[in-house]
């Protein structure tokens, strides 16, 4: 978003949140990011094709989640995936 790109944000959780207050970005690297408005979205049917994904959830939550890329990649878009819960008992 810095550098000027198109950035959206599928969110569940926080979407309350993040739509009144924002994003707040703390770097050691890059600084401090504050994003405000946001393009946040609680659905992903509303949300534009993305050329890039990146995409942070649990593994218990693969049933539904490559129905969700699909409906919000972009023809030839890019996906960098990063879960946790795996090997959940």
Same mark, same amino acid.
């Given at each position: 978003?810095?550098? $000027?790109?198109?950035? !959206?944000?599928?969110?569940?959780?926080?979407?309350?949140?993040?739509?009144? !207050?924002?994003? =707040? *970005?703390?770097?050691? *690297?890059?600084?401090?990011? =504050?994003?405000?408005?946001?393009?946040?979205?609680?659905?992903?049917?509303?949300?534009?094709?993305?050329?890039?994904?990146?995409?942070?959830?649990?593994?218990? $939550?693969?049933?539904?989640?490559?129905?969700?890329?699909?409906? *919000?990649?972009?023809?030839?878009?890019?996906?960098?995936?990063?879960?946790?819960?795996?090997?959940?008992?």
């Amino acid at each position: 978003a810095r550098a $000027g790109f198109d950035v !959206h944000f599928l969110l569940r959780s926080e979407y309350g949140a993040v739509s009144k !207050h924002g994003l =707040h *970005v703390n770097s050691t *690297v890059h600084g401090q990011l =504050h994003l405000h408005p946001v393009q946040a979205y609680a659905s992903a049917a509303d949300m534009p094709p993305c050329d890039w994904l990146l995409v942070g959830t649990k593994s218990t $939550g693969n049933v539904d989640l490559a129905p969700t890329i699909a409906q *919000v990649a972009a023809p030839d878009a890019k996906v960098v995936l990063l879960q946790n819960g795996l090997d959940v008992e």
